[in-house]
């Protein structure tokens, strides 16, 4: 990863959800599925065990 960001956004159900942003560096590969399953590896506090995700190329390109 070269850089990420955690942020929230809207969810009918629980007001808001929370969503990483994460920006990989050139040439390298991560799907949403592999993301979620190395953020629910990590102790970084109790979550619910969801997860969904979306990867888009190029969405930040200067």
Same mark, same amino acid.
């Given at each position: 990863?070269?850089?990420?960001?955690?942020?929230?956004?809207?969810?009918?159900?629980?007001?808001?959800?929370?969503?990483?942003?994460?920006? #990989?560096?050139? *040439?390298?590969?991560l799907? =949403?599925?592999?993301?979620?399953?190395? &953020?629910h +590896?990590?102790? #970084?506090?109790? *979550?619910?065990?969801q997860? =969904?995700?979306r990867?888009?190329?190029? &969405?930040? +390109?200067?």
């Open positions: 990863m070269l850089d990420c960001a955690v942020i929230g956004v809207p969810d009918r159900k629980w007001g808001e959800a929370v969503t990483a942003v994460v920006e #990989l560096k050139n *040439g390298a590969r799907d =949403a599925s592999e993301l979620i399953t190395l &953020c +590896a990590l102790p #970084l506090g109790a *979550g619910s065990g997860g =969904a995700g990867a888009w190329d190029g &969405c930040c +390109a200067e």
